[in-house]
């Protein structure tokens, strides 16, 4: 069975860093592509970042691109995403996301992680 | 950026009716759309891909179609475990980018 489970969000105030991990099992993480997802209150979804299965392929939403990061540890089945600057527009859930295989759409999502960002 | 532009915004319905819920595209993105369902407090779940291919265990009553820019969800004989917000998703280009969903009340 898939799980993917997101951890790291809190309460912050604006200009501060997080960072958020995913850990997932039931397949193969080494060999799948994973997103980032954020879902702020009462809206739609946002993709943020993407990552292959290799650094060969990251992408970034212009929203955060040069303040977030997305990095994966095969050997620990992990995603991160490490989020510096944070505004307070970037206050959401954030859901972790595997890609269909060769497709950029998500067939597994975790259950999300909010995170606040406000003085 | 592709906007993705979803109507209408809610649907007040009753069980057994049939539903059409679309969602349009500012280019072309060929068949590359996906819907999701979300319920309140969960994570979307991947309803369709490809436009018109149903996800794993997704009922029958759900059916997709469109391509280029104008796409439908339609959902026949609703039961009310369908009351959920439906989002589509384009992955012609990068950014991804969502629909802002269309809220289905039963």
């Known amino acids: 069975e898939v799980q993917i489970l997101e951890s790291g969000g809190t309460l912050l105030q604006p200009g501060e860093s997080l960072r958020l991990a995913c850990v997932v099992s039931g397949f193969t993480f080494s060999n799948s592509a994973m997103s980032w997802v954020r879902q702020a209150p009462g809206k739609g979804l946002e993709w943020v970042a993407a990552?292959?299965?290799?650094?060969?392929?990251?992408h970034y939403a212009d929203s955060v691109k040069g303040r977030f990061t997305i990095s994966r540890d095969n050997s620990k089945n992990t995603l991160y995403l490490e989020m510096t600057n944070l505004r307070v527009e970037d206050t959401a859930v954030y859901y972790c996301a595997r890609r269909w295989p060769a497709e950029e759409f998500f067939d597994h999502w975790g259950q999300g992680t909010p995170v606040t960002v406000s003085s | 950026e592709v906007v993705m532009t979803q109507s209408p915004a809610t649907l007040s319905v009753s069980p057994g009716e049939r539903v059409a819920l679309s969602c349009r595209a500012g280019q072309s993105i060929s068949n590359n759309l996906a819907w999701y369902q979300q319920k309140p407090g969960q994570a979307p779940r991947l309803l369709m891909w490809g436009a018109s291919t149903r996800a794993t265990g997704v009922p029958a009553r759900f059916t997709g179609s469109g391509s280029g820019t104008d796409f439908t969800l339609t959902i026949s004989g609703l039961q009310p475990e369908d009351s959920a917000v439906y989002s589509c998703?384009?992955?012609?280009?990068?950014?991804?980018?969502f629909g802002q969903g269309t809220k289905v009340e039963i």
């Open positions: 990552h292959s299965r290799t650094v060969e392929s990251i």
């Open positions: 998703q384009q992955y012609n280009n990068w950014p991804l980018t």
